[in-house]
């Protein structure tokens, strides 16, 4: 026989079922017992399922930091093929102007190709290559950043970012919160009708003893699950000194440009 309370809020993702009350300590019983282990099941199955979304949490956070890990590769790659396909397509110009005296067929395409030279240093170097270097820029820093441990915290708590270190320990102690009330629970036998709290009063009564308050209020307080993850977007900045990679690209790019004009 389970007692009501004076108000229903969801406490879990996809748990609409759970009970709360603006003031924890104000019970209202259906039976005379106090309906304490009734209460105690319910707040029982919500502690383990937000537990469980927490071991869950902490498990992907090893898929979360090799997916970082691959899109920064993965940057870095681009970045450096759009920087050197200008390169790459002169050296194809170069070795089709050298073949072009053993067959028409490579002076065609060599004029085809040098038709479109400046076309392709235009693209890679002026429109690709900054938006490249900027998200391979942006990337390296999210790595460092959320990769970082006590030293940056400072940095992390003034600029609203959470690491891979905070969201952690966060997780981690959350869970030991919940091991420590599942010994309690085993240790007092708070889930059998002989457990400690359950064999207090003799007969009739409406009233929750004040221990049993303290234990469901400590359980309740574990079935609020909160969503504390590694934030992206907060570590997002402008290129700076990057530029410059920029600028060497397209002087080199420029050279190549260049020295395909003096070989006509």
């Known amino acids: 026989m389970a007692y009501q309370l004076n108000k229903t809020e969801e406490t879990a993702p996809g748990n609409r079922d759970a009970w709360t009350s603006p003031d924890w300590r104000n019970y209202q019983t259906t039976s005379g017992d106090g309906g304490f282990l009734d209460s105690f099941n319910e707040l029982k199955r919500q502690m383990d399922f937000v537990a469980g979304q927490y071991r869950n949490q902490l498990e992907n956070m090893k898929e979360r930091k090799a997916r970082l890990d691959k899109e920064v590769k993965d940057s870095i790659v681009t970045t450096g093929i759009i920087a050197l396909i200008p390169a790459a397509y002169n050296l194809i110009l170069l070795l089709l102007s050298s073949l072009g005296s053993l067959s028409g067929l490579f002076s065609i395409f060599y004029i085809f190709m040098n038709i479109l030279n400046f076309a392709v240093f235009l693209v890679c170097e002026f429109f690709m290559l900054p938006g490249a270097i900027r998200t391979m820029s942006n990337r390296l820093w999210q790595k460092k950043i959320l990769n970082s441990g006590p030293e940056k915290m400072t940095y992390r708590q003034k600029n609203h ?93 420029l050279l190549c440009f260049l020295a395909v004009l003096a070989t006509r």
Not at 180 to 203: A, H, P, Q, R, T
């Open 161 to 253: 970012i959470i690491s891979f270190d905070d969201e952690r320990r966060f997780l981690e102690d959350r869970i030991d919160r919940y091991n420590v009330m599942c010994k309690e629970i085993e240790e007092k036998e708070l889930d059998k009708g002989s457990g400690m709290f359950n064999i207090l009063y003799v007969g009739e009564t409406n009233e929750l003893l004040p221990e049993q308050k303290d234990i469901l209020d400590k359980m309740r307080k574990l079935t609020v699950q909160q969503d504390y993850q590694v934030t992206v977007a907060e570590t997002r900045r402008d290129a700076g000194p990057e530029w410059l990679i920029i600028g060497f690209s397209i002087f080199i790019g």
